[in-house]
């Protein structure tokens, strides 16, 4: 059995790693890592909230000391109310991460069954992701299915 734990402030250095490892999946080319150390502080202080809206659940590098393996992050959102979902709470994940060492153990899905009964905890009546090509059967096999979502995205440009 993998141990799964909620990740606390002394990992956000590993989060943000492990985070840059699922970017650097999605965008061919080494990506820019240079907003970690923005994003540190913040990042250390969600992990300090145990009872916010920010969850994130990561298994320990079975030979690094300090180092994760692997790493599921999410969120419970607020969205006005519908039939199915009257107090709308959503849950949203938005990283899951795998050190290239340790790929093929199931602790991405060690880590996604950690997340969801933690979104359950809270009454969350339906998780939301994206899902890349390769991802799609981890998902699918624990209950996800593909929606005619239209997303799309305006990103405001830096002051």
């Known amino acids: 059995m993998t141990a799964v734990r909620r990740a606390r402030p002394e990992d956000a250095a590993e989060v943000l790693r492990l985070r840059q490892v699922m970017i650097d999946s999605l965008v061919p080319g080494p990506g820019a890592a240079d907003w970690h150390a923005d994003s540190l502080p913040v990042l250390a202080a969600r992990l300090a909230?145990?009872?916010g809206d920010f969850g994130a659940f990561v298994v320990d590098h079975p030979?690094?000391?300090g180092a994760l393996a692997a790493l599921v992050a999410g969120t419970v959102e607020y969205r006005i109310g519908r039939a199915g979902n009257p107090e709308g709470r959503v849950g949203h994940v938005f990283s899951v991460a795998t050190d290239p060492e340790t790929r093929r153990r199931g602790y991405a899905r060690a880590c996604m069954e950690s997340l969801l009964g933690?979104?359950?905890e809270r009454g969350v009546p339906q998780v939301d992701l994206n899902a890349s090509a390769a991802a799609e059967p981890l998902y699918a096999s624990l209950?996800?299915?593909?929606?005619?979502?239209?997303?799309?995205?305006?990103?405001f440009p830096a002051p």
Do not use: H, I, Y
């Open 49 to 51: 909230e145990p009872d």
């Open 143 to 155: 209950g996800f299915v593909r929606k005619p979502d239209p997303s799309m995205r305006l990103t």
């Open 118 to 120: 933690w979104f359950r």
């Open 63 to 65: 030979l690094r000391p």
